[in-house]
């Protein structure tokens, strides 16, 4: 699923559903274990939601099966 980095702080960041603009949480942890270091509002990722809360969240590299994060 495709969303935009809407708020991100060591504390909480929040990410908006591209297609349907819902804001969903994303824990520090999420954001740490995307290995990650920096991202900024607007920044286009790919997430896992589960129960409405983001699981994973990556960017999605250049040619089949290039993931980042």
Do not use: N
């Not at 824990?27 to 607007?42: I, K």
């Not at 997430?47 to 290039?66: A, C, F, P, Q």
């Amino acid at each position: 699923m495709q969303a935009t980095v809407f708020s991100h702080s060591p504390d909480d960041g929040t990410v908006v559903v591209t297609d349907e603009g819902v804001r969903l949480a994303a824990t520090p942890e999420v954001f740490a274990a995307s290995s990650l270091r920096f991202v900024r509002p607007g920044q286009r990722v790919s997430i896992t939601v589960s129960e409405g809360v983001v699981t994973r969240l990556w960017i999605v590299g250049i040619g089949d099966g290039e993931t980042i994060g």
